[in-house]
C-alpha cells in the first residue's frame, strides 16, 4: 500500500527557513512526479511547487517562486521544499503527494495527484 508522509513543519519567523521533506513507501518512487500543496485556513489547497520523476522539470507557483526550492533523492524515496524568506502568508498546513506513475512532466492540479500525505503544519509569525 502506497504511504506518503511528511515532516519538517515547524514555527518560524518571517525571514527564515525551513526544509520540508516527504518520503514514499509502498510505490516505485523513481516512477511518480511529485508535488507540494499548501491549505491555509478557509483556503482551498493549492499547488506550490512540483518536480518530474528524473528531476529535469520543476515548477513553481507565482507566490512562491525564487524563494522555494523542490527537489528529490530517488535513491532515498524522499522529495524535499526548502523554503527561504518566509512570510506571513506561507503559513498553511503543507501536503505532499505522488502523482501518476510515469508521467513525463509534473503538475500542480490536485487532480493529477492520487496518494496523499497528512500534512505538516507550518507557522510563520512575525
Known amino acids: 500500500q502506497a504511504q506518503v508522509e511528511e515532516s519538517g513543519g515547524d514555527t518560524v519567523q518571517a525571514g527564515g527557513s525551513l526544509r520540508l521533506s516527504c518520503t514514499a513507501s509502498g510505490l516505485n518512487f523513481y516512477a511518480y512526479p511529485m508535488g507540494w500543496f499548501r491549505q491555509a485556513s478557509g483556503k482551498e489547497r493549492e499547488g506550490v511547487s512540483c518536480?518530474?520523476?528524473?528531476?529535469?522539470?520543476?515548477y513553481y507557483s507565482d507566490s512562491v517562486k525564487g524563494r522555494f526550492t523542490i527537489s528529490r533523492d530517488n535513491a532515498k524515496n524522499t522529495v524535499y521544499l526548502e523554503m527561504n524568506g518566509l512570510k506571513l502568508d506561507d503559513t498553511a498546513l503543507y501536503y505532499c503527494?505522488?502523482?501518476?506513475?510515469?508521467?513525463?512532466?509534473?503538475?500542480?492540479?490536485?487532480?493529477?495527484?492520487?496518494?496523499w500525505g497528512q500534512g505538516t503544519q507550518v507557522t510563520v509569525s512575525s
Open positions: 503527494a505522488a502523482g501518476r506513475a510515469w508521467d513525463f512532466y509534473c503538475s500542480t492540479s490536485r487532480s493529477d495527484y492520487n496518494y
Open positions: 518536480i518530474s520523476r528524473d528531476a529535469l522539470t520543476t
